[in-house]
């Protein structure tokens, strides 16, 4: 996801530049949907991996109360994960219900009105359903392959009764690192909504020039402090997601050293 995000910053935002390619007037909606739609990929790959590579059967059947796809996960850490997609999702759909679209187009404006004035709204380019839409696509995806992996995590059986602390520990490590890669992801995507936001949203007047003559109106959105607190709010959230991002990559290294340790003496047993 690091290298993704990264990668999809860097093209959009310099080397394009470099070849003569503009993406003025172009809907980039995949610059924030990007975040989650990895984020789901990654864990659909897990999820594929658990179903046919990670449930061996067990060799002493071990009996355990029944689990869900919550027996492994931290409270918090789902209370977090859970309000991060929430923010996403309600910043999503306030937008959404606030932009506008002009001639039939797609819902890509905020219309600011001009008070005690007859000429026509100031329109700045605003994360409307045109961007929202491919958002909240790719998080109710991302939620339902996340609550799948979870319970493929939890429901595959203990290999014997020895190594059941091991296991749970391994499991516990696997849970919290989907949480946090959701987490990030929800963080990230939420973060450039906000500045999107922030940015239409800080329009505070108008200027017509003509006949040697200019006016300039007033106009502020009535959601214009909301709005800037957003902005103010979005480099805080993007370091917050990288730092849960290094976190899942520094846990990478010790789950496979959880699993193998588990499986030694399965393999073991095989070769004899």
Known sequence: MIVI??????????????????LNGVVSWWRYATPVFTASVGVAVLLALIATRGSTPPEQPVVAARRTWLTFSS???????????????????LAGLASSNL??????????????????????WFYGWAYGVPVLICTAALVAVVVATLRANAARAFLRPETVVAEQRERRDVARGITRLTASAALLALAGAL??????????????????????????????????????????????????????????????????????????????
């Open 195 to 272: 500045r999107f936001i922030a940015e239409a949203g800080s329009v505070a007047g108008l200027t017509v020039e003509g006949d040697g003559r200019s006016a300039t109106y007033d106009a502020v959105w009535r959601y214009g402090e909301i709005a800037a607190v957003g902005g103010w709010l979005a480099p805080a959230l993007e370091v917050t997601a990288f730092v849960l991002l290094l976190l899942v990559t520094a846990q990478l290294a010790h789950v496979s050293e959880h699993a193998a340790a588990v499986r030694r003496p399965v393999d073991a047993r095989a070769a004899r």
């Open 5 to 22: 995000f990264a990668a999809e910053n860097l093209i959009t935002g310099y080397v394009l530049d470099l070849f003569g390619v503009s």
């Open 75 to 93: 409270l918090a850490a789902g209370v977090g994960t859970a309000l991060a997609l929430l923010a996403l999702t309600a910043t999503t759909l």
């Open 103 to 124: 001639d039939d187009g797609p819902y890509v404006y905020l219309e600011i009105d001009v008070p005690n004035e007859t000429i026509d709204p100031i329109r700045p």
